[in-house]
């Protein structure tokens, strides 16, 4: 899962620990919570100087019974973070925002790890800590207004493409539309998913 264990050796993973450990999340959120990959947003801050946010989708996961994994369940609420300070801008319950017809759905949507992701703990360690420096190059580039150079961009691509869970994209391309078409190309969104559902 996208979560950080253990010491962050990237800006990115050591600013998801400390969303982690700050009282809003430890005091607001079900202990089960987990956060998803981020969606960073470059928006002019309060003095009007562009500034870079990371909002990130919470979503509740249960050991499966079957044996081993997880079972995640959709997104119920984001929390929006500025990327330099880590300070929490925005908390929003999407059961509340209903940006999918099936908003407050708990029913699991996947696993973790899943069939895309069959690899030994200490390899996915490895993918994980490459996509978070990819990140951090990203989030780089964007502060300073330029794109992301395309090997770069390219790493990013695959390795995000392999390590979202693919039971979360649909919901994650409603709420980072044009970031998750960008690098994972079109997909289907959670309306899609819904219909297929309940058609």
Do not use: C, K, N
């Amino acid at each position: 899962m996208s979560e950080v264990a253990g010491p962050a050796a990237t800006r990115t993973g050591a600013l998801m620990q400390e969303l982690r450990r700050s009282p809003f999340f430890r005091s607001r959120l079900p202990m089960e919570s987990y956060l998803a990959w981020p969606v960073p947003l470059r928006r002019p801050a309060a003095d009007g100087t562009p500034a870079v946010y990371l909002r990130f989708a919470v979503f509740s996961g249960s050991p499966d019974p079957r044996g081993g994994g997880v079972l995640i369940r959709p997104p119920f609420a984001t929390l929006t973070v500025a990327r330099t300070t880590g300070t929490l801008v925005e908390y929003a319950d999407l059961r509340f925002t209903r940006p999918w017809a099936d908003a407050g759905a708990t029913g699991p949507v996947g696993r973790f790890p899943g069939e895309r992701l069959r690899t030994s703990p200490a390899r996915y360690r490895e993918l994980r800590h490459r996509l978070l420096t990819r990140y951090d190059e990203l989030l780089d580039a964007l502060e300073q207004g330029r794109g992301m150079p395309e090997p770069a961009a390219a790493d990013f691509s695959e390795l995000l493409g392999l390590l979202v869970e693919p039971g979360l994209e649909p919901y994650l391309r409603v709420l980072g539309p044009s970031f998750f078409t960008r690098f994972l190309g079109p997909g289907p969104s959670a309306a899609d998913v819904a219909a297929a559902e309940h058609p």
